[in-house]
């Protein structure tokens, strides 16, 4: 009775989350093999294809929790790189992680990662989602406005040749971040991995070869 009292309370957007999770092969998969989200299997998707994860790579993954992005990445740098997880949410401990409770708008963020790494980044990460206001448009401005500021704040953090890799909305706007990323770095491509919904306006800007002192300044 109280199960069926707490189905009737559901949204029809919520029942139908709800199915798909049921429903969804990789939910089922990271649940079997010990992931934290099915989102981990976004980044191994795209990083079984174009290899921005190599051995000994320093890692910056922005909001980070619940931690399936971070996971896979010290995962596949092994035991001499570095991952920095950000995020202003908590997030239970990952071998190979360190943790840093930190908004990473913070004007104070890029030079405490840096201090951290003993250096510069190799790869930034970043699997943002502001959370959902239900209207499209305004959704999209925000994805966007956390992508851009996830741009800029991996121009100041990345070493020459590293790569940024970011979730972002189908839309317009992404156009124009586009646009300066190719500025920025030597290839800058849209990705879509499997893992993905299909039905899903989620797509990630994938740019390699950053530029270094040569970026556009922001």
Known sequence: MAKLKR??????????????????????????EGLRSRAAYKLVEIDDKYRLLKPGARV??????PGGWSEVAARRIGANGRVIAIDRLDMKPIAGVEFLALD?????????????????????????????????????????????AAARFAREVLAEGGSFLCKVLQ???????????????????????????????????????FRGGSATPV
Do not use: C
């Open 104 to 148: 990473f708008l913070d004007e104070a963020a890029p030079r405490r990662i840096k201090a951290l790494l003993g250096g510069k980044a190799d790869v930034v990460l970043s699997d943002m989602a502001a959370n959902a206001t239900g209207h499209r448009q305004t959704d999209h401005l925000r994805i966007m406005a956390l992508a851009e």
């Open 60 to 65: 910056v993954d922005l909001g980070a929790a």
């Open 7 to 32: 189905e009737k309370r559901r949204t029809p957007s919520s029942r139908a989350w709800l199915e798909r999770q049921i429903s969804d092969p990789y939910v089922a998969r990271a649940k079997r």
């Open 171 to 209: 839309g317009g706007t992404e156009a124009a971040l586009l646009s300066e990323l190719k500025r920025d770095f030597t290839s800058v491509k849209h990705v879509k991995p499997p893992a993905s919904r299909s039905e899903s306006a989620e797509l990630y800007l994938f740019a390699k070869g």
